[in-house]
Each structure stands twice: as C-alpha cells, then as structure tokens.
C-alpha cells in the first residue's frame, strides 16, 4: 500500500515523503517513480491542483542518485513576470533598480541536486527561451552577468494545465515542452481513484486530532456516504481541509454531516428504491429516457464529461477513449446539427 504526505514547499525534507493509496493506477505510477528515479530524464508531472504532485516530485527526489533532500523549488505562477528571471538564473549586483546585491538564483541553488518548476505553464514567453537554452547546455548567466556558469542537476516540472494546448495557442514554446517532457507521469484526481478515500480520511483524522490533541473521533456513515458522492474538485487539499474543519468543529465527538461544509451537504437527496429522486442527475451520472436515441445519448455523455473536466477537450477524449480529433469532430457535427 502507498502512502500519502503533504510535502513542505522549498524546504529541505529529511524524512521519506510518502503517499496513502491502494488505487492501482497510483501504485503502478509510484513504481515508475522509482524506475524514472535512478535516471536524469526530466520529468513532467502533470494532474489538477491538489492531487499531490510536490509529494510525487519529492518521491522521486528522494529515490534518485543524487544528495538526497536537496531540492529546490520555484513556483512560475506566483512569481511577479518581471522577477521570474532573477528567480530563475540570480543577477549580479546593478543589474536592475533595487539589485543592491548578488544573488543566487534558483538553478545555482540546485546544483548536483534537484529544481523543481512548479506551475511551469504559467512561465513567460521571454524566460521560457532562456530556461530552455539552461537546460539543453547546462549553463546560464546571471542577469546582468557576462559568466557562463555550469550546473548538473535534476529537473522535475508540474502543471496543472494541458502545455500541449498551450503550444498549440502559441503561450508555451513546442521545443521547451518536449525538452521538459521526456518523462510524463499523469495524477488522476480524487473523483478518479475514490478507493482512497476512505484510507485518506483516516489519515487526516488521526493526522488532525494528533495535532489539535482531541481525541480520536469518528465519522459517521452517511459522512462517509457524502464523500463517496462528491466530486472533489479541489481533489486531495480539499478532503484535507474538509477533514481539519470537521475535526475542530468535532469538539471531540462523532462527525456528523452538519459539519460538513454546504458545498458537500447539498449533495443529500432522497433515495428510493429507484435510486436517485425523480429529475435528479448527479454530476456523474447521465439521465437516459426510454425512447432517446443511440445519437443523443452519446452526445449527453460527451457533454456531460466535458462540463466534469471544465471542456478540456483532451482530458473528455482521455475519458470517453476517443482520440482527440474524434472528440472534435462529433462536436463540430453537433454545431452543424444546432
């Protein structure tokens, strides 16, 4: 069984990451981990926001061949566009207004260890061709410097944006993408593995009321049923969160649905023997009526998966096992067809 652990951003992790599962896709991505590991591929790991993909990247830190804990990480989207470059390669003292200093800048850091680019998508055009002539000739300059300096180290990106639809719109370069690819390793999210659901509550509840010292409190079954039903789309931060609430509202005693938040509660509805209330349709279920065509329904199905993943046209085709330009064209027949 894996395990699951939230990782500490930038920080130097002296103990083993780990990650709860027993979902198989996430097993067998965890041993390519360690197969991906003990090479210098660059790695790419890609996946929605909270799925865990700094504990992966931290996995493969820890298994690979180099000083184990150095790894130094750059989030690309929350770095102002103007300071990614210095954040990137450091800069000489002078080099700008306010560089009243030599500073180091991340690949300098990370030298015989790990970089870690988090939320790669979001790099600007202008860095993106220097990062990608960084990591094919193992040097750079400082900005503001005239010295060539040399590294060796390991890079690991994320994203949770699709880069191939960004090379296609012209925002990520083609190159640098298939530079940073080598190795891909996709994160499902929660709502795709909810056999690791109940292991992660678990987790987070004794994680929380070890924290908070409360006693060890349960949780009760219709709890439990509402995790199963819901969608999480904030994936594994999320059923963290909802866990540490509970626990604190809790005072000690069983979680009940009431403190559960209302965007997990509205989805309680009456059940008969027929299953779901009469004009329901969860958001994973699609509603056939008696005499729809063979045509509708699969076009209902395709509708419905692409409002589940945000119309994300590549992950509905990943779903419903189309090829991309399959998805494409049944759409583009549906707009001939309104």
């Known amino acids: 069984m894996g395990q699951y652990a939230r990782g500490s951003y930038g920080k130097k992790q002296t103990n083993k990451p780990f990650f709860i599962t027993q979902n198989s896709i996430m097993l067998d991505l965890l041993e390519k981990i360690k197969l ?160 690791d659901i109940s292991l992660l509550t678990d987790y987070f509840l004794n994680h929380f009321t070890a924290c908070y010292d409360i006693e060890k409190v349960g949780i009760d079954e219709e709890c439990m049923d509402l995790f199963m039903e819901y969608d999480w789309p904030g994936n594994v931060r999320e059923l963290r969160n909802v866990i540490e609430r509970a626990v604190v509202f809790s005072g000690g005693r069983l979680i009940t649905t009431d403190m559960l938040p209302a965007s997990i509660r509205k989805n309680q509805m009456p059940k008969t023997s027929l299953g779901p209330a009469a004009g329901y349709e969860h958001e994973d279920m699609v509603q056939i009526p008696i005499g729809m065509s063979l045509e509708e329904i699969e076009r209902r199905v395709i509708e419905r998966t692409l409002s589940s993943v945000d119309n994300n046209k590549t992950k509905a085709a990943k779903i419903l096992g189309f090829a991309r330009k399959t998805l494409h064209n049944k759409l583009d027949k549906y707009k001939e067809l309104d």
């Not at 990247?57 to 790894?71: E, S, T």
């Not at 800069?91 to 870690?116: I, S, W």
């Not at 994203?159 to 080598?182: A, H, I, M, P």
């Open 36 to 195: 991906v590991a003990g090479t210098n591929a660059s790695v790419l790991i890609t996946g929605e926001n909270g799925t865990g993909k700094e504990v992966l990247a931290r996995l493969l830190n820890y298994h690979c061949n180099r000083p184990r804990g150095k790894m130094v990480t750059i989030n690309c989207g929350a770095i102002p566009t103007d300071l990614v470059e210095s954040e990137l390669f450091g800069h000489e003292k002078g080099a700008f207004t306010g560089a009243n200093q030599k500073k180091e800048g991340c690949f300098e850091l990370a030298d015989n260890g790990t970089l870690f680019l988090d939320e790669v998508g979001e790099m600007p055009l202008d860095v993106q061709v220097k990062l990608l002539r960084a990591v094919e000739l193992g040097s750079f300059r400082r900005v503001g410097g005239k010295e060539e300096i040399q590294v060796d180290l390991r890079l690991i990106s994320a994203t949770n944006k699709v880069l191939l639809d960004q090379v296609k719109s012209g925002s990520f370069r083609e190159d640098l993408y298939y530079r940073l690819n080598v190795v891909e390793l996709y994160v499902p999210p929660l709502r795709h593995r909810k056999d």
